[in-house]
């Protein structure tokens, strides 16, 4: 069975660091392509960032309103996926949502519980 | 990056009643004349989103035969051929064809 596990939310001051984890199992996390998606506290979803796999040069885009403060990476061998938020803004507070990459044009979709980061003074 | 326009925001439907959510691009979603890079999401309520329909009309594993995806160009509609409880929940469509992604504003669909 296929499952993540997002972890690493909490409350934090703005300008501060937090740094999101997910727990990949039941695939072959090595090859996946994966993404963050986000969302507002009664707002709708947002794309983050995307990594591919190292095979296919395991390079990483991002939204622009993150780019330059996040870093998305991953630890195949601890079938592991990352985001590191640097620099955090009150309009970064939401639920973060590991999954499969969206929108890959395949019919493998799978996603976190998500975990909740709330940036206020 | 391409906007994405869903209508309407909230939907009341009688449970065994059709219903139709429109989602428009501010271009094109066609890729290699072929394929229309669209994606319809639902999250139900307290729940992560699931797909339900991608490349414009394919049905994931596991999605009931009522729900249908369509369209070409920049104008997409999902379409629910008979609406059930379980249907309740915010829908979304996602255009897959550039990075940035990026989700319509989400429609609420309700049971009367």
């Known amino acids: 069975e296929v499952q993540l596990v997002d972890t690493g939310g909490g409350v934090v001051k703005p300008g501060a660091s937090l740094r999101l984890s997910c727990a990949a199992s039941g695939f072959t996390f090595n090859t996946a392509w994966m993404s963050w998606v986000r969302q507002a506290p009664g707002k709708g979803l947002e794309w983050v960032a995307r990594i591919k796999s190292n095979n296919d040069g395991g390079t990483a885009d991002y939204a622009p309103p993150v780019r330059g403060r996040f870093t998305i990476s991953r630890d195949d061998s601890e079938n592991m996926l990352f985001l590191q938020m640097n620099s955090l803004k009150t309009e970064d507070t939401g639920v973060y949502y590991c999954?499969?990459?969206?929108?890959?044009?395949?019919?493998?979709?799978?996603w976190g519980p998500g975990t909740l980061v709330t940036v206020s003074s | 990056d391409i906007v994405m326009i869903q209508a309407p925001l909230s939907l009341p439907v009688t449970p065994g009643e059709p219903a139709s959510i429109s989602c428009r691009s501010s271009?094109?979603?066609?890729?290699?004349?072929?394929?229309?890079?669209l994606d319809w999401y639902l999250q139900k309520p307290g729940k992560s989103p699931q797909l339900l329909i991608y490349?414009?009309?394919r049905r994931a594993t596991g999605v009931p035969d009522r729900f249908s995806g369509s369209g070409s160009g920049t104008d997409f509609t999902l379409r629910i051929s008979r609406v059930e409880a379980e249907d309740v929940g915010v829908y979304y469509c996602?255009?897959?064809?550039?990075?940035?992604?990026?989700f319509g504003q989400g429609t609420k669909l309700e049971i009367k």
């Open positions: 999954s499969t990459d969206v929108g890959n044009s395949v019919d493998f979709d799978h």
């Open positions: 996602m255009q897959a064809l550039q990075i940035p992604r990026t």
């Open positions: 271009q094109s979603l066609l890729q290699n004349k072929k394929y229309y890079f």
């Open positions: 490349l414009g009309s």
